[in-house]
């Protein structure tokens, strides 16, 4: 009777150790292989950034990146980004027949620049996230603009530019447009962010809600520096509603690629840590709330390549994570390396989680 009972009781106190499993057991760094250079999306008259990849019904997969004429400079992401679209027959490409599918609309708040982009699917749909600016009441020409991408920060107007970034969304029917464009940025500064809107992420819970992830600045002025805020909203398109904290102030994160993990049933968000040599991964159980993963360090911002050699890079930035029907498959990431800027895959080993 004593070891009826005695097992009884360890029955119990297993119980509630199962129902509380954790399941932050993901470990991309794990299953990263080399890259192979001859799938860089590179290119000899643009600085190439920001990817996002997506794949059709019929199997095609669909780059969406940022991209700045060489010719003015790389500082020219705040004054002549645009948005093209490239398709292959693999994640990794090559990809080919490149087109520009967004620009700045003159007259409107995406006056100058289309930036930071990433694209969904929901619900049958396409929407495609950007940020963009305008000058406000003051009128800039394209010399102006030219001076500006040459100067960089220390520019008279470079801070007005800044100043005035805000985060849109287009949709459409079909990846290969048209992109229909809203009139109003998506999303204000509110909340703990101040000045900007920019680095925008979204994703869709358990719940079917909308999960945004966005940066700005945690002051209006002074010594200030950028934080995540988070937000939520019953449609991709908004209103998102944004905490009244920050999502994750204590760790120096930016270029967030957040995404709703159906088997460990959590969110991910993968970052390039601001000042810091490496990627790192942050967890949340309901999307608001977040904190380091227990695998937190993805790489280095390095490049180990198929011929067994380290590629070294001045900026390796805009991490981007691509699930393959809901597992993750590939990691791309913007790099700066000398007076090219390219697109970088690494492809991931398959397990069964």
Known sequence: MKIYHLIL????????????????????????????????????????????IIRDKQGTYHLFYSRWPKKYGFFAWLTHS??????????DGPYQETKTVLQARKGHWDQITAHNVRVNRFNNRYYLYYISTNSDTVTLNEKQLQEIARTGYSH????????????????????YGP???????MIEPHGPIYTVTVNPSVCR????????????????SGKRHLIQAVGTSDSPTGPFVLEDKPAFADIPTEDVCSWYDKERERFYALFHAHGGNFIGLITSTDG?????????????KEIPLTDGTIMKVDRMERPFLYLENGKPAMLSFGV??????????????????
């Open 9 to 52: 009781a360890l029955l119990f106190l297993w119980q509630p150790i199962v129902a509380a499993q954790d399941t932050d057991n993901l470990d991309l760094s794990a299953l990263i292989e080399p890259a192979d250079t001859s799938r860089f999306v590179k290119d000899s008259q643009y600085f190439n950034w920001c990817s996002s």
């Open 179 to 185: 992109w229909e464009r809203k009139e109003k940025p």
């Open 336 to 353: 700066k390396k000398g007076n090219n800027a390219f697109i970088v895959f690494f492809n991931l080993k398959q397990t069964t989680k």
């Open 82 to 91: 645009e948005i093209a679209h490239a398709t292959a027959r693999h994640p």
């Open 205 to 220: 819970g358990k719940d079917q809600r909308y999960y945004l992830i966005v940066k700005g600045d945690n002051q209006p």
């Open 156 to 175: 008279p107007y470079w801070n007005l530019l800044r100043s005035n970034q805000r985060t849109g969304v287009a949709e459409s029917s079909s990846l």
């Open 288 to 300: 608001i709330h977040w904190k380091k993963a227990r695998h937190y360090v993805v790489c280095k």
